[in-house]
């Protein structure tokens, strides 16, 4: 059985509750199996699609989890990433 491709852009509801993955960044994407629904009024309701996610998604994700910290300048929130991996790696990295 050959899945229908949706991009995530299309999907209903929130989009952005995927964590990012290195996937997404590649040129083809990342394509995911999931059950979707595109249209409001649909008949069927869900369906079994293949969402296509790509480097759009993860800017999308970053910015809505940015948007609470927009006081902050572009060096701070730098500083804040480098934080960040330092600890996922001390944290994931044993």
């Known amino acids: 059985m050959t899945l229908e491709t949706v991009h995530y852009s299309e999907l209903l509801g929130n989009r952005f509750n995927l964590k990012p993955r290195a996937e997404m960044l590649k040129p083809e994407g990342w394509l995911k199996p999931r059950m979707v629904s595109t249209e409001i009024r649909a008949k ?3 369906r079994l699609a293949n969402v296509h996610y790509d480097e759009s998604y993860v ?25 960040s991996k330092k600890e996922s790696k001390r944290l994931f990295d044993k």
């Open 59 to 83: 800017i999308g994700y970053f910015a809505r989890t940015l948007e609470n910290l927009r006081e902050l300048t572009s060096d701070e929130i730098r500083a804040l990433i480098g934080k």
């Open 44 to 46: 069927s309701g869900y």
